[in-house]
């Protein structure tokens, strides 16, 4: 190895030591398993292309303007591409939406009584982490509140948590700990609405509580002490906030709760329902130097290509986001796809799945999940540390490049050709199938031609690693017809 490289590997690791985890570090000590994924992507990735890491867009909004999202933390976050979502609470023993049939299809009655009975005596906290490994997926974001209150950790600010039902036992502290043992990032959903909570301006479904007495002052007190729980006691990297829509929560709060969390750990990523900037389902925020937030949210749908903005679809298995009896699961193909095109896209998908009023993931759900590891140990090499392009996603394909290496995402199995319109000068100089053989292939002007092999596996898609002559990070998007 030559010189400059022990060099920019002890500049990115004390980079990673001194911005990452010197706050986190006053509360645990720095795993092994951290210092050497840290070297580890050190190497493999931004070290050795020497290249700084770019300035994030996102940040602390209008009232913090030099407050910006940790940089490394969100390089590590892209990176990872494929995440876990998990929306798990007592509602799951009724098996309807969690938090939105409170006083809807469950009288608000029944529903807040649910965690008497809430036992979870099949959790296993290492098994959902191993499965979530064996899809592929690289970090984990669970509810650790939702809409209706519920705290799935034993709460100082409230009674109304895990440590009140039949159960008792710490669930997101075992999920945390199962997440460092397996080396999976560990993050928390956490929904600033609460319709459940006294204090909380906004009452939702038939609950008839008056509101007179309630105050956003106090509520906010017990909000901000929760995540400081979640930050100080369970080390979460993520805070996947919701619920910002309702009036209750206004800009300056979000801003405010962004620059609270930076105070406590600069490393964690917050995204952008934190604030108002969040718009529709859609998920992106407008105006990204106005609104806090370090990354768009699209959700139950793909977000659209972007260099620029980081986002993170999330997409449910079912169609519920909480386990529902004989829901209509896509299959593995649709997942894949799914995949495909969010990172085609540029983008991270959180793909969700509600485990079972006992504990386990469902069977069906389970097996699903296996499906997408099994593409994914094969195509792996394609999603993770890539970025999206050049080109743009459509129903047949989609790409991913590192470095000069493109990965060209085939979904529609029946092009026998495929030609790419590429910029002057660029050529191909060596065409593969990844987990397969080199493929033929002709350099033309301003196109490359790729002869579809035969016989490929059977499986959702196939990806053709492309080796170029130039950083494919550099070429501006482009449409295949
Ligand atoms: C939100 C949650 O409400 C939902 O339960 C889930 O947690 C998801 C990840 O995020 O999604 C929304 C947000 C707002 C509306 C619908 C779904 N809305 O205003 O109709």
Same mark, same amino acid.
């Not at 995440?83 to 608000?108: A, L």
């Not at 592929?136 to 939702?146: D, L, Q, R």
């Not at 997942?335 to 006992?358: E, S, Y």
């Not at 392009?389 to 047949?396: A, Q, S, V």
């Given at each position: 190895?030559?010189?400059?490289?022990?060099?920019?590997?002890?500049?990115?690791?004390?980079? /990673?030591?001194?911005?990452?985890?010197?706050?986190?570090?006053?509360?645990?000590?720095?795993?092994?398993?951290?210092?050497?994924?840290?070297?580890?992507?050190?190497?493999?990735?931004?070290?050795?292309?020497?290249?700084?890491?770019?300035?994030?867009?996102?940040?602390?909004?209008?009232?913090?303007?030099?407050?910006?999202?940790?940089?490394?933390?969100?390089?590590?976050?892209?990176?990872?591409?494929?995440?876990?979502?998990?929306?798990?609470?007592?509602?799951?023993?009724?098996?309807?939406?969690?938090?939105?049939?409170?006083?809807?299809?469950?009288?608000?009655?029944? &529903?807040?009584?649910?965690?008497?009975?809430?036992?979870?005596?099949?959790?296993?906290?290492?098994?959902?982490?191993?499965?979530?490994?064996?899809?592929?997926?690289? &970090?984990?974001?669970?509810?650790?509140?939702?809409?209706?209150?519920?705290?799935?950790?034993?709460?100082?600010?409230?009674?109304?948590?895990?440590?009140?039902?039949?159960?008792?036992?710490?669930?997101?502290?075992?999920?945390?700990?199962?997440?460092?043992?397996?080396?999976?990032?560990?993050?928390? &959903?956490?929904?600033?609405?609460?319709?459940?909570?006294?204090? &909380?301006?906004?009452?939702?479904?038939?609950?008839?509580?008056?509101?007179?007495?309630?105050?956003?002052?106090?509520?906010?007190?017990?909000?901000?002490?929760?995540?400081?729980?979640?930050?100080?006691?369970?080390?979460?990297?993520?805070?996947?906030?919701?619920?910002?829509?309702?009036?209750?929560?206004?800009?300056?709060?979000?801003?405010?709760?962004?620059?609270?969390?930076?105070?406590?750990?600069?490393?964690?990523?917050?995204?952008?329902?934190?604030?108002?900037?969040?718009?529709?389902?859609?998920?992106?925020?407008?105006?990204?130097?106005?609104?806090?937030?370090?990354?768009?949210?699209?959700?139950?749908?793909?977000?659209?290509?972007?260099?620029?903005?980081?986002?993170?679809?999330?997409?449910?298995?079912?169609?519920?986001?909480?386990?529902?009896?004989?829901?209509?699961?896509?299959?593995?193909?649709?997942?894949?796809?799914?995949?495909?095109?969010?990172?085609?896209?540029?983008?991270?998908?959180?793909?969700?799945?509600?485990?079972?009023?006992?504990?386990?993931?469902?069977?069906?759900?389970?097996?699903?999940?296996?499906?997408?590891?099994?593409?994914?140990?094969?195509?792996?090499?394609?999603?993770?540390?890539? /970025?999206?392009?050049?080109?743009?996603?459509?129903?047949?394909?989609?790409?991913?490049?590192?470095?000069?290496?493109?990965?060209?995402?085939?979904?529609?199995?029946?092009?026998?050709?495929?030609?790419?319109?590429?910029?002057?000068?660029?050529?191909?100089?060596?065409?593969?199938?990844?987990?397969?053989?080199?493929?033929?292939?002709?350099? /033309?002007?301003?196109?490359?031609?790729?002869?579809?092999?035969?016989?490929?596996?059977?499986?959702?898609?196939?990806?053709?690693?492309?080796?170029?002559?130039?950083?494919?990070?550099?070429?501006?998007?482009?449409?295949?017809?």
């Amino acid at each position: 190895m030559e010189n400059p490289k022990p060099f920019l590997f002890s500049g990115c690791f004390v980079s /990673r030591v001194s911005r990452h985890d010197l706050i986190s570090r006053v509360t645990r000590p720095v795993s092994r398993v951290t210092i050497f994924s840290a070297i580890a992507l050190c190497l493999a990735t931004s070290c050795a292309q020497q290249q700084p890491l770019p300035t994030p867009i996102g940040g602390g909004g209008e009232a913090n303007p030099t407050l910006k999202t940790n940089a490394l933390a969100l390089k590590n976050f892209q990176d990872m591409r494929f995440g876990m979502f998990v929306h798990w609470g007592p509602i799951s023993i009724k098996g309807t939406e969690i938090g939105w049939s409170r006083g809807v299809e469950i009288p608000v009655s029944t &529903y807040d009584s649910l965690y008497l009975k809430f036992n979870p005596v099949n959790f296993n906290a290492d098994e959902w982490i191993g499965l979530a490994k064996e899809a592929g997926m690289k &970090y984990f974001v669970i509810t650790s509140k939702h809409h209706d209150g519920f705290a799935l950790w034993p709460s100082e600010y409230t009674d109304f948590d895990i440590a009140a039902t039949p159960y008792k036992k710490d669930v997101l502290k075992a999920m945390e700990l199962a997440c460092e043992k397996q080396g999976i990032l560990f993050g928390t &959903y956490h929904s600033v609405l609460d319709w459940h909570h006294p204090d &909380y301006t906004t009452r939702h479904g038939n609950d008839n509580r008056p509101v007179d007495s309630t105050t956003m002052v106090r509520y906010k007190k017990y909000l901000f002490n929760q995540v400081k729980e979640l930050i100080q006691n369970y080390h979460t990297n993520i805070l996947w906030f919701d619920g910002q829509w309702e009036k209750s929560w206004t800009h300056k709060d979000g801003m405010e709760l962004y620059k609270y969390i930076r105070g406590l750990n600069d490393n964690i990523l917050i995204n952008n329902r934190v604030d108002k900037g969040f718009k529709g389902m859609a998920g992106m925020t407008d105006s990204i130097a106005k609104y806090a937030g370090d990354y768009g949210t699209p959700e139950q749908r793909i977000g659209g290509f972007s260099k620029e903005y980081p986002w993170e679809s999330c997409i449910t298995v079912g169609e519920q986001w909480a386990w529902k009896p004989n829901d209509k699961l896509k299959s593995v193909d649709q997942i894949v796809h799914t995949l495909i095109k969010t990172v085609g896209g540029n983008g991270n998908l959180l793909l969700n799945v509600g485990p079972m009023p006992d504990g386990r993931i469902e069977p069906r759900q389970v097996e699903l999940l296996k499906g997408v590891g099994k593409w994914m140990a094969v195509n792996g090499e394609g999603v993770y540390g890539t /970025r999206g392009g050049p080109f743009l996603p459509n129903d047949k394909l989609a790409s991913t490049h590192a470095g000069q290496v493109i990965y060209l995402h085939v979904m529609d199995k029946t092009l026998k050709e495929i030609v790419l319109p590429v910029p002057q000068g660029v050529k191909a100089s060596r065409v593969s199938v990844l987990g397969g053989k080199t493929v033929s292939y002709d350099n /033309r002007d301003k196109e490359i031609l790729i002869r579809v092999p035969e016989n490929l596996p059977d499986s959702p898609a196939y990806v053709l690693r492309i080796k170029i002559n130039r950083n494919a990070g550099t070429i501006d998007p482009i449409e295949v017809k």
